[in-house]
């Protein structure tokens, strides 16, 4: 019932900037999260960082600094900037939805972040 849309990767060298966005969709009610996972060649998925619908944040500690989330929470739209782009965050990122009180996650089809020189 939430459709998400992923949009803002490509290719950037190292150092660059890249914004992702991802709109959601459809029937939304109650407390919720969205965010962005990430997964490498290689690797594991691996959480980046969330925002709730109260603009609470998150972010695994390695990130916290050159990654930023926000929200537009009328366009009920997640961005992620990502800055000091470095190699190693070359990955697949995920945008992903979820209910606090609910069972219901939803996932993005994934857009590919490449940073290479």
């Known amino acids: 019932q939430v459709q998400l849309v992923e949009s803002g990767g490509g290719m950037v060298q190292p150092g660059g900037s890249l914004r992702l966005s991802c709109a959601a969709s459809?029937?939304?009610?109650?407390?919720?999260?969205m965010g962005w996972y990430r997964q490498g060649p290689g690797k594991q998925r691996e959480l980046v960082a969330t925002i709730s619908s109260r603009n609470i944040t998150t972010y695994t500690d390695s990130l916290k600094g050159r990654f930023t989330i926000t929200a537009d929470n009328a366009k009920k739209t997640v961005y992620l900037q990502m800055d000091s782009l470095r190699p190693g965050d070359t990955a697949v990122y995920f945008c992903n939805f979820r209910y606090y009180y609910l069972a219901d996650e939803y996932w993005g089809q994934g857009i590919q972040v490449t940073v290479s020189s």
């Open positions: 459809g029937s939304i009610f109650g407390s919720y999260a």
